[in-house]
């Protein structure tokens, strides 16, 4: 089975801190995405990456960054933390299928992160 | 940028009824997929259906790509099927979310 892990459950962060978001999959998927979810609006693409180093943006990126220097983990960075990114953030992996006219195979989600900022 | 219209928002049943849900896109896309969060949080695939019919136990779905809408079915609910329903369309590279439909089966 794929397995998608976050680092932490439940954070509780200060206004201005840096906070780090860690995601880890096992089954050396190519494609790798972060998403918050907040009520009444689903889920939200923040950013995405098809492969190592590479990055793109997703419908929300402002005040985030990522990064991926290895295949198997994908970061999510909040520069300086504001109280309208308190969240639940889920990380998401699937395999890249560029013989097909989709990019992804079947979506992989984590249990996710429930982020508070104070 | 597309959209994704998912219904009902909100859906209450009796354990043993059956149900339609919806979701219609606004633009042709290279796939579609559905997914259930349970009420601890974790999103499980259900289909991965850019067209056609799928079946998986008392779940199936149907994606009309031409007419841009897809249904999902759940039939004789049972009260582990409460839950909240995306579906997912990819474009361009990126997978965007409906608003879900929120599911609640009475026992």
């Known amino acids: 089975d794929v397995k998608v892990t976050q680092s932490s459950r439940y954070l509780v962060k200060r206004t201005g801190e840096k906070v780090f978001l860690e995601c880890v999959q096992d089954?050396?998927?190519?494609?790798m995405f972060w998403y918050r979810q907040d009520p009444g609006l689903g889920l939200r693409l923040i950013y995405f990456?098809?492969?190592?180093?590479?990055?793109e943006k997703g419908d929300i990126p402002e005040g985030y960054s990522v990064s991926r220097e290895k295949k198997e983990r994908f970061s999510l960075i909040l520069e300086s933390a504001s109280t309208n990114q308190t969240s639940m953030y889920l990380c998401?992996?699937?395999?890249?299928?560029?013989?097909?006219?989709?990019?992804?195979?079947?979506?992989?989600f984590g249990n996710g992160t429930r982020l508070t900022v104070t | 940028g597309i959209q994704v219209e998912q219904s009902p928002p909100d859906l209450i049943l009796q354990e043993g009824a059956n149900s339609t849900l919806r979701c219609n896109f606004s633009d042709s896309v290279n796939n579609l997929q559905w997914f259930h969060q349970n009420p601890w949080g974790q999103l499980i695939n259900l289909f991965y259906i850019p067209s056609g019919t799928k079946q998986n136990g008392r779940l199936s779905a149907t994606t009309v790509a031409t007419e841009r809408y897809s249904l999902l079915y759940i039939s004789s609910s049972q009260t582990t099927d409460s839950g909240v329903y995306f579906c997912a369309v990819e474009l361009d590279d990126k997978i965007i979310f409906g608003k879900g439909t929120r599911l609640h089966i009475l026992p």
């Open positions: 998401a992996s699937s395999f890249n299928r560029p013989e097909l006219s989709s990019y992804n195979s079947p979506l992989h």
């Open positions: 089954m050396d998927h190519e494609n």
């Open positions: 990456s098809y492969d190592v180093k590479m990055k």
